[in-house]
């Protein structure tokens, strides 16, 4: 019974480490280009699996060898996140301008001219499988930043070297639940009322996208501090 209880808390912990800010803030950055309830859904568990992956890829090797990595390797992983995050939300309000305002060159009786307009509709500007694949990628790069310290956290938890790889494969689903959970009741719902209004849409690529600029500048900020101190 121990070890379900211990499996238990591993599977939790997952679902809570979903919920940390700069996956949240990701996450929904991404989701926040998508308007339908389902697809933005799945993108936040594409996401898990991408963390899963290093996590056991990382991961694993430290708990059977019972290696550490060094602090050095865990600020440049969270250093590589800070960038993505800024970048992430660079591009996202640069698609929201870009979509609101466009710039045409017209030819009339033999003169060329050129013009700013809005567009009547929106188009995506990134295809959902594209999304995908940049989702699964954000997810592999915070994997990796947090695999030294998930494994550490299975071997301090776990009697066993073969429980301890048990522990760290349920708490890497539990993050994917957890963040399919996520963006299905909190994120994805917000989207489907929003689709119906471009501009509160766009409202919200805003937010998420500057949000996502300010939170990577501050954690780039936080760590070359640290590195440098």
């Known amino acids: ?94 698609r929201v301008i870009k979509e609101r305002v466009h710039f045409d060159v017209h030819s009339h009786d033999e003169t060329v001219h050129g013009h700013f307009h809005r567009p009547g509709h929106r188009h995506p500007m990134v295809k959902l499988e594209r999304r995908q694949w940049i989702t699964f990628g954000f997810g592999l790069v915070h994997g990796l930043a947090g695999s030294g310290a998930v494994a550490v956290l299975a071997m ?20 994917a639940l957890g963040m399919f959970a996520m963006t299905l009741f909190i994120a994805a719902p917000a989207l489907k009322v929003a689709s119906k209004r471009i501009a509160v849409h766009n409202g919200i690529r805003t937010v998420t996208g500057f949000v996502s600029l300010f939170f990577g500048c501050y954690m780039i900020w936080t760590l070359l501090s640290e590195l440098f101190a």
């Open 1 to 94: 019974m121990s070890w379900l209880v211990l499996l238990g808390i591993a599977l939790f912990l997952g679902m809570r480490h979903s919920l940390d800010p700069d996956h949240v803030v990701a996450v929904s950055t991404l989701v926040s280009e998508e308007r339908r309830l389902w697809p933005a859904a799945k993108l936040g568990f594409i996401w898990g699996i991408g963390h899963l992956i290093p996590i056991a890829l990382v991961g694993l090797p430290l708990l059977i060898l019972h290696l550490e990595l060094t602090p050095q390797f865990e600020h440049f992983t969270d250093l590589g996140v800070g960038i993505l995050l800024v970048i992430l939300g660079v591009v996202t309000i640069w």
């Open 156 to 175: 301090q938890a776990s009697h066993s070297v073969w429980m301890g790889v048990l522990w760290l494969l349920i708490f890497g689903l539990g993050t």
